[in-house]
T-cell receptor, first 112, second 120 residues
Framework: RKEVEQDPGPFNVPEGATVAFNCTYS??????FFWYRQDCRKEPKLLMS???SGNEDGRFTAQLNRASQYISLLIRDSKLSDSATYLC?????????????FGTGTRLKVLA | GAVVSQHPSWVICKSGTSVKIECRSL??????MFWYRQFPKQSLMLMAT?????????EQGVEKDKFLINHASLTLSTLTVTSAHPEDSSFYIC????????????????FGSGTQLSVL
């Protein structure tokens, strides 16, 4: 089983739609979780951290479910500019070391 | 926010040559830097963790003699692809983690802009 798994998509949605991505992780001791956005041939950019209590930033909502070992990202009112690959990142925090593991990414295409 | 500078942005070289990629943290000290490789339509794969003043920790399957990492200062890490071959063509990205010590489990990574390596 991969350490971090995502549905690669693509998710094709119309403008204004709500779309949700899930990401599962295998290491129950994982401490930190993030969603990054990556445009084609660009570096990943931090979208948001994911906290146990859930967090929201504008149209984006992230949640963590430790019991089921997954995190989610919800995008409301999708814009054309949201088209990108969304990467789930987990820090297993093993033995006091930082080792950020990336999922394969979920491609989102927002259609006009 | 924290800035990480990576260069060159792209490089084309002949098979058998060595290529050095630099990664600098411009406004913070980075005790740890990470080197990733990304093939088309795939995710970032961690190659190695670079710690200032000590040897890098390589992931399984990554040849340490081929991918030389040097982290001589708190703001600079370099990756040298030695005797590059066409199969080494890829997008290489560095990242750095601000902060020191063992605290801050929710610390974020900041990325360089990446280097597209093409080996002919």
């Amino acid at each position: 089983r991969k350490e971090v798994e995502q549905d690669p998509g693509p998710f094709n949605v119309p403008e204004g739609a709500t779309v949700a991505f899930n990401c599962t992780y295998s290491n129950s001791a994982s401490q930190s979780f993030f969603w990054y956005r990556q445009d084609c041939r660009k570096e990943p950019k931090l979208l948001m951290s994911v906290y146990s209590s859930g967090n929201e930033d504008g149209r984006f909502t992230a949640q963590l479910n430790r019991a089921s070992q997954y995190i989610s990202l919800l995008i409301r009112d999708s814009k054309l500019s949201d088209s990108a690959t969304y990467l789930c990142v987990v820090n297993p925090w093993a033995s006091g070391t930082y080792k950020y593991i990336f999922g394969t990414g979920t491609r989102l295409k927002v259609l006009a | 926010g924290a800035v990480v500078s990576q260069h060159p942005s792209w490089v084309i070289c002949k098979s058998g040559t060595s290529v050095k990629i630099e990664c600098r943290s411009l406004d913070f000290q980075a005790t740890t830097m990470f080197w990733y490789r990304q093939f088309p339509k795939q995710s970032l794969m961690l190659m190695a963790t670079s710690n200032e003043g000590s040897k890098a920790t390589y992931e399984q399957g990554v040849e340490k003699d081929k991918f030389l990492i040097n982290h001589a200062s708190l703001t600079l890490s370099t990756l040298t692809v030695t005797s590059a071959h066409p199969e080494d063509s890829s997008f290489y990205i560095c990242s750095a983690r601000p902060g020191q010590g063992a605290g801050g489990t929710n610390e974020k990574l900041f990325f360089g802009s990446g280097t597209q390596l093409s080996v002919l």
